[in-house]
């Protein structure tokens, strides 16, 4: 167990909807990150949050956002939900904002399913 | 860009023979170097890292040394169990500036029988 807790496990919707995905840090942790894990792109970075703030973006679409709140838990919301968007969403957490060495410690993930 | 190349699977091995997975990089200045592993129906776990050229990393019988000449960072384990059957995945992160995402690899399936 990591100590990343991430809610819901799975969730079956339909296109065009809108979801949102629930990540709590390690205790102490000041970062966050969002990983997406789908057949065709493998594992690839969309977002990391520091202590409120967005540090650094990677491949996330328009039509995703996120933001981490006070607490340093992060939510990821997903909208206009296509086929395409069906993977697995890893929330990550390291301590501080993430210098090179640090390591990044994985939630469970959830699996997202767009019919 | 950075990015990552490991060998493609799957690999499937017998209990108590030995396993190398291949890795093999590309990134300006000095990364560190992760190995993950996704045991079925889970998430990431940390098995190992090195954050510096010639550094061994090691965790329940895995190795893996960070060769800088070859560029590369390949996991070995020198007699595996059925336990062992998972997905490991190679990544790194870039050695300076601000750019702190984790770049995978695609992935190894390791299936180990008894």
């Known amino acids: 167990d990591s100590g990343v807790t991430q809610t819901p496990k799975h969730l079956i919707t339909a296109t065009g909807q809108r979801v949102t995905l629930r990540c709590s840090p390690r205790s102490g942790d000041l970062s966050v990150y969002w990983y997406q894990q789908s057949l065709d792109q493998g594992l690839q970075f969309l977002i990391q949050?520091?202590?409120?703030?967005?540090?650094a973006k990677g491949n996330i679409l328009e039509r995703f956002s996120a933001q981490q709140f006070p607490d340093l838990h992060s939510e990821l919301n997903l909208s206009s939900l296509e086929l395409g968007d069906s993977a697995l969403y890893f929330c990550?957490?390291?301590?501080?904002?993430?210098?090179?060495?640090?390591?990044?410690?994985f939630g469970p993930g959830t699996r997202l399913l767009v019919l | 860009g950075d990015s990552v190349t490991q060998m493609e699977g799957p690999v499937t091995l017998s209990e108590e023979a030995f396993l190398t997975i291949n890795c093999t990089y590309t990134?300006?200045?000095?990364?560190?170097l992760f190995w993950y592993v996704q045991y079925p129906g889970e998430g990431l776990q940390l098995l190992l890292k090195?954050?510096?050229?010639?550094d061994k990393g090691s965790n329940k019988g895995f190795e893996a040394t960070y060769r800088k000449e070859t560029t590369s960072f390949h996991l070995e384990k020198g007699s595996v169990q059925v336990s062992d059957s998972a997905v490991y995945f190679c990544?790194?992160?870039?050695?300076?500036?601000?750019?702190?995402?984790?770049?995978f690899g695609k992935g190894t399936l390791l299936t180990v029988n008894p």
């Open positions: 990550a957490s390291s301590p501080s904002s993430g210098g090179a060495r640090e390591t990044q410690y």
């Open positions: 990544a790194l992160k870039p050695g300076g500036g601000s750019n702190y995402k984790l770049t």
């Open positions: 990134a300006t200045g000095y990364p560190s």
């Open positions: 949050y520091y202590n409120g703030e967005e540090r």
């Open positions: 090195a954050t510096k050229a010639d």
